[in-house]
């Protein structure tokens, strides 16, 4: 993360980094959703009502698709979005390394 900081302006960063907040707030809502629809009667810590997860999962998406449209913020965005499988990427080969490559203390 400091990488980015030093390559980039706060001003362009921040963007860049909202975008996938908000998408991740948006997968988060969706799996509520799709949680209630795929094991309904399981137990749950706590319930949120429905219409809210939808109302959420729909502005969350729109605050990730409507930059999409503005020139200003359209390459901050899709540079936010494109970093989503590099991380993942880099997530998978750290986990493989370590799971795979050290050596386990006896």
Not at 11 to 17: A, G, T
Not at 18 to 35: A, G, K, M, N, R
Not at 84 to 99: D, E, I, M
């Amino acid at each position: 993360m400091m990488c980015l900081y030093l390559l980039f302006d706060a001003n362009v960063l921040i963007p860049f980094l909202s975008t996938v907040e908000w998408l991740f707030y948006c997968v988060t809502f969706s799996t509520i959703l799709y949680l209630r629809y795929k094991d309904p009667g399981a137990h749950r810590p706590f319930k949120v009502p429905t219409f809210i997860s939808v109302l959420l999962c729909l502005i969350t998406g729109t605050f990730v698709v409507l930059p999409l449209f503005s020139k200003d913020s359209r390459i901050s965005t899709l540079l936010g979005l494109c970093w989503l499988p590099f991380g993942t990427l880099v997530y998978a080969v750290r986990y493989y390394y370590t799971k795979h490559c050290v050596p386990t203390a006896v």
